[in-house]
Each structure stands twice: as C-alpha cells, then as structure tokens.
C-alpha cells in the first residue's frame, strides 16, 4: 500500500507554488475514490497524473488506481467509516475539519486561498485546499450533507471597519449561498 508521505515527497507537495489548483483536484480524488463524488475530481486528476507518473517509479503501465487505496499516514485521517459528509470553505488550517471529523464527518470538499495556510492544511491531512472561492468552478463542488464555512467576518465585527458587503470580504456570503442552492 502506498503511504501518503511517500507519495507527497516524490511529488514534491512540500514545494508547492502558488497554482496548486491540479494538486488539488489530485488529492480530493485520491480521498473520495471509495465513493461517487471524487467524479467531480477525477479527469482533472488523471491529466495530472499522467504528467507526473514517471516519478513514482510504478511498475507496469501507470495507472491512478495503483495508489489506491492509499495509506492515509497524516496526524487527522478521516473516519474509515463516516455517517455523513461536508465541505469546508475558507479552511484556514482545518479548525473546523477537525472536530467534524471526530464526530463521523468525511470531507468532500475543502477551499482555502492563503498558501501558508494550503500548506499547514496539507500536511494535517493529506489534502490540498482548491483556492480563491471567487475563481472557483463551483460546479465541482459534490453533493455534501453539512456546509461549514468560516468566512472572514472583520467587515462585520465590531472589531474591523464594518463596512458590511461594501468590504469585498463581506460578499464571500454570496459564494458560500450560491454552493448552497446549487
Ligand atoms: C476566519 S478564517 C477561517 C479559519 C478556519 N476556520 C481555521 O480553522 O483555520 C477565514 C479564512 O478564509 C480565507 N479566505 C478569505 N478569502 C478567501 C477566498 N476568497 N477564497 C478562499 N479562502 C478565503 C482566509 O485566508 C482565512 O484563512
């Protein structure tokens, strides 16, 4: 079985840059590949597969499927049998991810813009957040049972300006809804 450390250390996930948009669709179809959802991910996957095979050292012909099931050795593995699915939106580090997990929760989707904070996420859980929600496809988004969304509340909160939905971060409601009504 192929470990998940191994796998982000030949490929390199240590160094990732700015665009990990392909990792992303990678490591969201690696952790959905038992159910229907990692649809939404899987050719964006294969085509970064095939550029990256060669330095897995596989035997035979290259194929997706010789990962899987992969050993998920990071510190917050989800569930091995979960009683429901969510979605994370502006993930930070996973703060919410964590708990959800813990209570039965399997994530399916995970968006997170800050590259220090892809990176923390990263490596708590084997997968990489897709980025800025505004640039998103939000048709790739799957069918989920919880939607937990941490948005940035500054324009609302005494503490910041409270510019309400003048501030462009107050409209990142309006993200969050249309995924929502999807
Ligand atoms: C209140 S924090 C959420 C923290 C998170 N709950 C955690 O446990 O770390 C809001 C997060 O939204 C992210 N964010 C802000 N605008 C975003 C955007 N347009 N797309 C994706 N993430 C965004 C920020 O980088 C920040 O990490």
Same mark, same amino acid.
């Given at each position: 079985? &192929?470990?998940?450390?191994?796998?982000?250390?030949? !490929?390199?996930?240590?160094?990732?840059?700015?665009?990990?948009?392909?990792?992303?669709?990678?490591? *969201?179809?690696?952790?959905? *590949?038992?159910?229907?959802?990692?649809?939404?991910?899987?050719?964006?996957?294969?085509?970064?597969?095939?550029? &990256?095979?060669?330095?897995?050292?596989?035997?035979?012909? %290259?194929?997706?499927?010789? !990962?899987? %099931? !992969?050993?998920?050795?990071?510190?917050?593995?989800?569930?091995?049998?979960?009683?429901?699915?969510?979605?994370?939106?502006?993930?930070?580090?996973?703060?919410?991810?964590?708990?959800?997990?813990?209570?039965?929760?399997?994530? &399916?989707?995970?968006?997170?813009?800050?590259? *220090?904070?892809?990176?923390?996420?990263?490596?708590?859980?084997?997968? @990489? %957040?897709?980025?800025?929600?505004?640039?998103?496809?939000?048709? @790739? +988004?799957?069918? *989920?049972? +919880?939607?937990?969304?941490?948005?940035?509340?500054?324009?609302?909160?005494?503490?910041?300006?409270?510019? =309400?939905?003048?501030?462009?971060? =107050?409209?990142? @409601?309006?993200? &969050?809804?249309? @995924?929502?009504?999807?």
């Amino acid at each position: 079985m &192929v470990k998940y450390s191994e796998l982000r250390e030949k !490929l390199g996930f240590e160094n990732m840059n700015g665009s990990a948009e392909n990792l992303a669709y990678f490591t *969201h179809f690696l952790y959905n *590949h038992e159910n229907e959802l990692s649809k939404s991910y899987e050719i964006r996957a294969k085509e970064y597969f095939d550029e &990256v095979a060669d330095k897995l050292n596989l035997v035979e012909e %290259p194929n997706i499927q010789q !990962l899987l %099931p !992969l050993n998920w050795d990071v510190p917050f593995p989800a569930p091995q049998n979960p009683d429901f699915t969510f979605i994370d939106l502006f993930a930070g580090i996973g703060g919410f991810r964590i708990p959800f997990q813990e209570i039965g929760g399997k994530c &399916v989707f995970t968006s997170e813009f800050n590259y *220090h904070a892809q990176r923390a996420y990263e490596l708590n859980f084997g997968e @990489i %957040p897709f980025g800025d929600i505004t640039k998103l496809d939000l048709n @790739i +988004v799957p069918d *989920h049972g +919880v939607l937990c969304a941490g948005f940035p509340c500054q324009p609302f909160s005494i503490s910041g300006k409270m510019k =309400g939905f003048e501030d462009t971060r =107050g409209t990142l @409601i309006y993200y &969050v809804l249309q @995924i929502s009504f999807n």
